[in-house]
């Protein structure tokens, strides 16, 4: 989440502000700003209106799609593929597409229905 941390860099806020004005929980935060922990729609939401920013502004890495449909497929997957699968699906992806693409690939080849 670089744009998060960048953007509150950016605009003079420490993380105890951040949680003073969202009321997002301190280290739910701080995980959330260092990609330990993704944002609920709900935590997007309220940090967008925070900033006053928009949703794609905020958080360009949820613009190609929403992650949560990527999440439930790969928990449908994990314990079907190899460690190699697992690999190639998690290593170099230069953007969400990329990534998502795979993992459309993946579900459709161990027969998980894919929407």
């Known amino acids: 989440m ?13 993380q105890d502000e951040v949680f003073w ?13 260092r990609g ?5 729609a709900n935590d997007r939401e309220i940090l967008c209106a925070f900033f006053k ?7 360009p890495e949820y613009k190609d799609g929403p992650p949560e449909r990527d999440r439930e497929l790969y928990r449908k ?8 699968e697992k690999i190639e699906l998690l290593g170099n992806n230069p953007d969400h ?5 795979k993992l459309i690939a993946l579900g459709k080849a161990h027969g998980i229905e894919v929407e």
């Open 97 to 101: 597409e990329t990534y998502h693409g």
């Open 21 to 33: 004005g969202t009321k997002i929980d301190r280290a739910q935060y701080s995980r959330i700003e």
């Open 77 to 84: 997957l994990r314990k079907k593929i190899s460690l190699v």
């Open 53 to 59: 920013m928009t949703e794609d502004e905020l958080f």
């Open 36 to 40: 330990g922990i993704e944002p609920s």
């Open 2 to 14: 670089r744009k998060l941390k960048e953007t509150r860099l950016l605009r003079g806020f420490s």
